[in-house]
């Protein structure tokens, strides 16, 4: 238990300080959204650990419930690609009928669907949560105009009295060492 306890602040370190840039959205005056709770958006830069932070997320669920936090199941069980998807939009929905010929989609219900679940969720969690934590590494690269980031803000923001989002950087020639020997 103390090993988990130990592990769980680590992790919860790692999303709260070191090296990274935060960006917070807070409701100025008279929040009406539906709870005082909080979310972390984490927006993982390819090759800062963003698959670490989620395996750890996902592996510790329970106990990071019993310290007030909940990583999201609604938008994905270990990495919350569709929230990007979502946030993406139209541009989201062709790429996905081009590769998804095999697969039956239908973009229309997945669009009508998404905000309905993650709603949901956020309504179904208890009164201990305080705190919701998202993760994509595709909210980092797929996410480039104002249309994409209101379509994400959208979502959430009737959600939550704050927004916390997260991103990891990398230096350059870091970043371009470990995608050469991981190529």
Request: net charge positive; with cysteine; proline share 3%.
């Amino acid at each position: 238990a103390d090993q988990r306890a130990r592990a769980l602040q680590t992790g919860c370190a790692m999303l709260a300080g070191g090296s990274f840039v935060g960006y917070s959205l807070t409701h100025a005056r008279g929040f009406v959204g539906m709870s005082r709770r909080s979310a972390i958006v984490h927006i993982g830069m390819p090759k800062t650990g963003s698959t670490a932070i989620q395996g750890f997320l996902k592996d510790n669920r329970q106990c990071l419930n019993e310290h007030g936090c909940h990583f999201a199941k609604a938008p994905g069980i270990r990495n919350h690609a569709m929230l990007a998807t979502y946030a993406i939009g139209e541009d989201a929905r062709r790429g996905l009928m081009r590769r998804s010929a095999e697969v039956s989609f239908d973009w229309n219900i997945f669009e009508s669907q998404l905000p309905f679940r993650i709603r949901k969720e956020v309504e179904d969690l208890p009164s201990s949560i305080s705190t919701v934590i998202y993760s994509s590494e595709m909210l980092a690269n797929g996410i480039t105009d104002e249309r994409r980031v209101l379509r994400l803000r959208d979502i959430m923001m009737p959600l939550f009295e704050n927004i916390r989002i997260v991103v990891y950087l990398r230096r350059q020639d870091e970043a371009a060492v470990s995608a050469y020997t991981t190529a």
